[in-house]
């Protein structure tokens, strides 16, 4: 077991943040830590990570207990926290050289993550000098110089642009190939994208753990698509084993299916049969969004 963590609770004061969580990670997992502002989220990965110890209950990564050894499992966790906490004034590779001092790490690892995080282009400027997507992947980078086998990222894609925000979620998965990585996020399509399986907490308690394939694989389907023109409900009803379309704005719809079957050939078929053109088309995992509002209301 990469992570386990039994029975935590955290109090700041009065306020109760964690309730009794338990859940266990094993190696190899990308898992999702899902939950609305203030659930809790950011203070279990501090806990993980030794920053803040919790009130009760136990954890261990990599069969190592919290307790007993924090130093021995911050050596075996690369923590990007939420706040991601840069010497803007230092030059990135200067930065890294920094840290490597620190992990006690060899100096040739430094040019490997720069390569593994794409920062080469940018390895010779100052922090403060990058975009914000190159400061995430400086905060990756130095998360993963000592080679950790667990990686916890505590919202590691907010306030990406769009482009910047597929090209960290897409390092974030290959990362995840051959390491452990439990990340935290609100935001529910990060899921979809990148993580195995969702744990999901409102208000300090676990309400749903759960793999994505698992919630994947139901009776029905969802689709979203936008074509290049308004059509009217009526011609939408043609697509086979279309159970429902609703207009979500402009000229998207969501359409639901009672069929397992992937149906974006049939959408795609429909819109060149009449003269339309698909301007997006995605499949989505209903279940996760309607988990998600159930659970967390
Ligand atoms: N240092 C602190 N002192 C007092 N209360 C705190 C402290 N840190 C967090 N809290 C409270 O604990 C609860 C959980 O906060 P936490 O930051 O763990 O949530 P989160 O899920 O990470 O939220 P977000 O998605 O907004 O980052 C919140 O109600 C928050 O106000």
New binding site residues.
Partial sequence: MSISVEGIS?F??E?K??DEVSFSVTRGEIVGFL????????????ILTGYLPPSKGEATVNSISLKENLHKIQQNIGYLP?HNPLYTEMYVREYLEFNAKIYKTDKSRIEEVITLTGLKPEANKKIEQLSKGYRQRVGLATALLHDPEVLIL??PTTGLDPNQLVEIRSLIRNIGKDKTVFL?T?IMQEVEAVCDRVII?NK?KIVADKKLNDLRVEKEQVIHVEFDYLLEPVAIQKIPHLMSARNIGGFAWELTFDTKKDMRPAVFDFAHDNGLKTLQLNQKTKNLESLFSELTR
């Fill in positions: 955290k700041y004061g306020q943040a964690l939950g609305p502002n203030g659930a809790g989220k950011s203070t279990l990965m501090k939420e505590d919202e935290s609100h907490i300090g």
